[in-house]
Each structure stands twice: as structure tokens, then as C-alpha cells.
């Protein structure tokens, strides 16, 4: 059987970190994958201060702690992370500013963790067939890549003015 679950997590000053540690719970003995996808600056956040999210987890060989998203309220209001955690734990810490500071993804359960990245693997094909294909620019584009009516314009301003010759005066 495979699951999937949304995942959710609010830092602020009152609740600075938060650990999915899934494996440390009885009902999830399947394999474990923490997919973070956003992070989103509450609409209440002070303006002008930083928001810094920091994890820590486990690299191949030692725990690592690096920040993954500063946000500033009227500049930053949400950062696209996408990032994956194949083990746990995993600690989400607000290190610096007062948030709230929402986190977004997803929670993957079992067999539904090979079968996610099997669909991630093909939606990347597909995107990069997609980003060679522009026909839906063929209208507005011509073979360069410029603009067809820009290139009217330019083409005619050069036809449009002949170059006078210059007479040569003898003194």
C-alpha cells in the first residue's frame, strides 16, 4: 500500500523549529521520503525583517545545517524550494527573524516514493521537450527570434534612406 500526505509546518517566534522524524513513530515502518516545495512569509511578518530557515540533517557522513530560504516582508514573501529528504530526521529551524514562516510539501510513503521519482524523471522529459518546442511564439517570432513587426520597422527605415553621395569640392 503507498500514501501520500500533505506536509505543513509553521515557524515563528513562539515555535522557532519543527522535526519530521517519521521513522520515530510506530505507524509509518515503511520507507520515508520529505518533499519541501515552498516556503511562504506569513501575511502578519514584520516588515523589513529577514525570516532565515535553516535544516539540519544528514549528509553522507555528518549532519549538515545550511540555511534554505531568507524572506523579507514588501521583497521576498515566498521562496520555490523543492527539496528532498530521503531520511530523517529532518529539522526545520527559524534562525533569525520573528516569521511566521509556512512550509509546503509533501510527505511520501513506501512503494509511492519509486513511483514518484519515476514522474518526476518523465515530467522533466516532458518539460524539456516543451522548452524546445516554442510554436506557440511562431506568430509573433519569425526564424531569428526577433519580433516580426520590429524587424518591418527596421527593414523599412533602411530601405526608406538612401544614402546622399557626397560630392567632392575642389578649392
Do not use: C
Request: glycine share 6%; aromatic share 6%; hydrophobic share 35%.
Amino acid at each position: 500500500m503507498t500514501d501520500e500526505y500533505f506536509y505543513g509546518a509553521t515557524l515563528s517566534a513562539s515555535h522557532q523549529s519543527e522535526t519530521w522524524d517519521p521513522e520515530a513513530k510506530a505507524e509509518y515502518p515503511r520507507s520515508n521520503k520529505l518533499l519541501i516545495r515552498q516556503a511562504l512569509l506569513g501575511p502578519d511578518a514584520k516588515a523589513d525583517e529577514l525570516n532565515v530557515v535553516q535544516v539540519e540533517t544528514m549528509s553522507l557522513q555528518d549532519s549538515v545545517k545550511i540555511p534554505v530560504a531568507v524572506l523579507k516582508a514588501g521583497e521576498t514573501r515566498h521562496a520555490r524550494l523543492d527539496i528532498e529528504f530521503p531520511d530523517a530526521p529532518v529539522t526545520f529551524t527559524l534562525i533569525q527573524g520573528s516569521g511566521p514562516v509556512h512550509l509546503i510539501g509533501q510527505h511520501l510513503l513506501g512503494a509511492l516514493v519509486d513511483e514518484f521519482e519515476e514522474m518526476e524523471e518523465m515530467e522533466e522529459e516532458m518539460l524539456d521537450e516543451e522548452e524546445g518546442d516554442d510554436s506557440q511564439f511562431k506568430d509573433e517570432d519569425d526564424e531569428d527570434g526577433e519580433p516580426k513587426g520590429k524587424k518591418a520597422k527596421i527593414s523599412n527605415n533602411a530601405k526608406g534612406k538612401a544614402s546622399s553621395p557626397k560630392k567632392n569640392a575642389k578649392k
